[in-house]
């Protein structure tokens, strides 16, 4: 239970530990009324047992330990299957598979292996062949990796394990500490099991104990190895699964092999564990806790290392080494063929009329929700969070439990998000609603050819009336455009985004953003206009005021109202990591691999990061508030927003798009009566070309080969909100990416961050670790720069938000 519950998520560690449980009494329930008969009670024909059923044990207290010592081995088969099979099998499914397996799988090989072993006879029929499994390499291990493995063919891997077109992506454990735990605890019921299979407490019982603890440390040392070698660090599961692998492979030989022999069997035993999971992930074989290779890799070493390592005079069966390998093999084979073909033969009829498998809702939300109804207050705020997260659904609210500190702070975050949608209602309308008319028109003469519906909303002429006339009836060159410059049909045409006056119908005259591009079609040639009216927009500005102007009177009465500071932080925090992209919307991106990373400080600093893709292009935004505090997040909650909104209004002019923004929080800082200011960086990328503008940190460029290139932000813009007009400081830059480069892109609490003995992190430090993993994919370039900076602060306290994004090229573009 310890074990699997820490290697699995949080969100299904309840539907672990109970599966566990159930395992206990299933398992107990259906040995003592049958299992047992089955396994040990008088053979017919080395087959199945045909006694002892609803077995009675007051009278014969060896009869009450012996049953009571087989039923923990039918336990611990039936339970390997519950690691395997986590996170996503329906609880009612996994009983049935839990009973197949304690009444029916497991007692019927037992019999043909070990029945008689109480009395010290060979009855079953691979006993009488010769075939020795002294503790149960094959008759545990094994036969609970093989109904695993027919198990996971049937039901498949977690959502999300195995991405389309993508490497595997690793579901990390909740609690590995646990899972360590759970792995102490099963080495000292390994003592148990392998010592007390002597069913006497004689003198062979201390060196059995001391093969099996070898076995496991050996395990545990060449995965160990193996993992650091492969991934240049020792990984925890490795070493977890290694040690039990080594147990597993001793299991069936630690009564008849010598110390040296030992660690051999459990080193080899913790490779082929290592191996195998490398193998299941390449096969798409999701084993959320490696149960397979574990018990059925090892199983079927240990149950071979009887014949290649067991001393003859101690094996007693009489055969050479070559045939009791053979009859060790035929021993594998039949365990694989019963428990693996009637288990895969059952689960897929049950599947047919049962499906065995949660819905791909019921596995987003967790198995303790969904399966056991298991909430509690911080689940329910979480839940609210995550659904508006992946929704943007700002009307959702948290259910509020009066007099609790949660419900203190659902409460307050209530609030939070009635002000923030008030303030977003009328910009997202606007977003929504908002269609662009889309003309096409004949070259060089200029006739229309086709019109969208919204033409007909935006210009006022019907369909019919489009058809021939010329796009200059749609446009006004007369006036000159809202920069005061004259835009001719020879400039519209080039590349980007112009804004012009357009002309409905009845003569009004408008604002107009329009995009015109050259298309062909064959021996054809023609233009496709995008045209918006954007006179709404500049009412969406004024709009965006006022809604800024309410979230700062609601902070003001947060403060009134002498709430908590360490509450008010809280809820911006989760704010502010709320909004962050998730990773679904960044694996969207095919030419791109994002990784990100935000850890707000203890007092907030106001960083923020986004990613917003849009036709065949990407844009990207970080910025940095000044200061520290509740004021610095929500203001950085209001970048967010109007970034956001402009985005969404393919507003990807640089220029223009700072002018708008610095205008917004410039105005709104006035108000607040504050001082902030805030950084931000624009990066445009389209097919391998990436767009800098906007001043902040300097963004570095890993180039493949680890060569790294500084770039200085401090001439491609100013400081937002800062000043009232920064139109004239913006410029760009243009850089080539090729694959393999990566954009990596932080703020200032990265190279800022001190140690006790008050020396920063820096960037030259940064670059000398994104130089050294420039090969590694961006989440690993992502994870080894927060590692070092960890080890630089040590148990130092952050005061600044630790914000990272790492960006790297995958396709190749032709410049």
Not at 488 to 504: A, D, N, Q, T
Not at 520 to 526: E, I, R, V
Not at 635 to 645: G, K
């Amino acid at each position: 239970m310890c074990l699997e519950s820490g290697l699995t998520r949080s969100k299904n560690s309840i539907n672990v530990a109970i599966k566990n449980l159930a395992d206990l009494g299933i398992s107990i329930a259906l040995f003592w009324a049958f299992g047992y008969a089955f396994m040990f009670g008088t053979s017919v024909l080395g087959w199945i047992g045909s006694s002892d059923f609803f077995v009675h044990v007051e009278a014969t207290p060896r009869l009450a330990a012996f049953f009571l010592f087989q039923a923990m081995f039918c336990s611990t088969a039936t339970t390997i299957v519950s690691g395997a099979v986590a996170e996503r099998m329906k609880f009612p499914a996994y009983l049935i598979l839990a009973s197949l397996v304690s009444g029916l799988i497991y007692p019927l090989f037992g019999h043909w292996a070990w029945n008689g072993i109480d009395l010290d006879v060979s009855v079953g029929w691979l006993e009488q062949l010769g075939f020795v499994d002294f503790a149960g390499s094959t008759v545990v291990h094994s036969l609970g990796g093989w109904v695993s493995l027919a198990s996971l063919m049937i039901i498949g891997s977690r959502t999300g394990r195995f991405p389309d077109h993508l490497p595997p992506r690793k579901i990390h454990g909740s609690n590995l500490p646990l899972s360590v735990l759970g792995a102490m605890l099963l080495w000292i019921g390994w003592l148990g099991f392998n010592g007390g299979s002597t069913l006497t407490l004689n003198e062979q019982v201390p060196s059995i104990i001391v093969h099996t603890v070898l076995a496991g440390i050996a395990g545990m040392m060449a995965a160990g190895m193996v993992s650091w070698y492969r991934c240049q660090l020792p990984e925890v599961e490795s070493l977890i699964n290694g040690s039990l692998a080594g147990l597993v492979s001793i299991t069936a030989c630690c009564h008849v092999v010598t110390s040296p022999a030992s660690v051999i069997i459990g080193a080899i035993g913790g490779i082929i564990a290592t191996l195998m999971s490398n193998w299941l992930e390449r096969w798409q074989i999701d084993d959320a806790v490696d149960a397979i290779p574990v018990h059925l890799g090892g199983g079927i070493w240990g149950t071979l290392a009887v014949a290649l390592f067991g001393q003859p005079e101690l094996l007693d069966t009489g055969l050479s080494p070559v045939i009791q390998l053979g009859v060790q093999v035929i021993g594998i084979l039949s365990c694989g063929i019963w428990a693996f073909g009637l288990t895969y033969l059952l689960l897929f009829i049950t599947n047919r009329f049962l499906p065995m498998r949660v819905s791909i809702e019921a596995e987003q939300i967790g198995l303790n929700v969904s399966e056991h109804r298991a909430k509690t207050e911080i689940c329910d705020l979480f839940q609210v969070m995550e659904a508006q997260a992946q929704t943007q659904d700002l009307s959702l609210r948290v259910p509020v439990e009066p007099f609790t500190q949660v419900g203190q702070i659902a409460q307050r975050y209530n609030q939070v998000m009635d002000a923030l949608e008030e303030a977003l209602t009328r910009t997202d309308a606007i977003v929504r609603t908002a269609m662009d008319a889309i003309i096409t028109f004949t070259k060089p003469q200029l006739k229309i050819v086709t019109a969208n519906p919204s033409a007909k909303e935006i210009f006022g002429y019907s369909i019919n009336e489009f058809i021939s006339m010329d796009i200059h009836q749609l446009l006004d060159w007369s006036t000159p455009a809202a920069d005061d410059t004259d835009i001719g049909m020879e400039r519209l045409l080039k590349v980007g985004r112009h804004e012009i006056i357009g002309c409905r119908v009845d003569g009004s005259r408008f604002p107009l953003e329009a995009t015109v591009v050259e298309t062909k079609s064959g021996q054809d040639c023609f233009y496709t206009g995008t045209f918006r009216d954007i006179s709404e927009r500049k009412k969406a500005q004024a709009d965006l005021f006022r809604a800024n102007q309410e979230i700062t009177k609601l902070n003001e009465r947060l403060k009134a109202e002498n709430l908590r500071l360490s509450a008010e932080l809280d809820v911006t925090r989760r704010l502010q990591q709320m909004l962050l992209p998730k990773e679904a919307e960044l694996n969207q991106i095919t030419d791109l691999e994002i990784s990100g990373f935000m850890e707000p400080a203890t007092e907030v600093g106001g960083d923020y990061y986004d990613i917003l893709p849009y036709r065949d292009r990407v844009q990207i935004s970080i910025g940095d508030v000044t200061g520290h505090g509740l004021e610095s997040g929500v203001l950085s909650l209001m970048v967010q927003t109007a970034v956001r909104t402009l985005l969404e209004s393919n507003q990807t002019d640089p220029k223009q798009f700072l002018d708008i923004l610095n205008r917004t929080i410039y105005q709104n800082i006035q108000r607040m009566n504050s001082d902030k200011n805030l950084t931000l960086a624009l990066l445009d990328y389209q097919k391998g070309i990436l767009n800098l503008s906007g001043q902040h940190e300097e963004i570095i460029v890993v180039r493949a080969g680890g060569h790294i290139e500084r770039i200085d932000t401090i001439d491609l813009g100013f400081p937002i909100g800062l000043d009232a007009d920064i139109a004239d400081f913006v410029a760009h830059l243009q850089v080539q990416l090729n694959p393999g480069d990566a954009v990596v892109l932080y703020t200032d609490g990265i190279p800022e961050a001190e140690n006790a003995q008050g020396i920063p992190y820096g960037i030259e430090r940064l670059c000398q670790i994104l130089s050294q993993n420039w090969q590694q994919s961006a989440a690993e370039i992502r994870q080894a720069v927060i590692y070092d900076l960890r080890q630089h602060i040590q148990a130092q306290q952050l005061y600044d938000d630790i914000t990272l994004l790492v960006i790297k090229q995958r396709k190749i573009f032709e410049v």
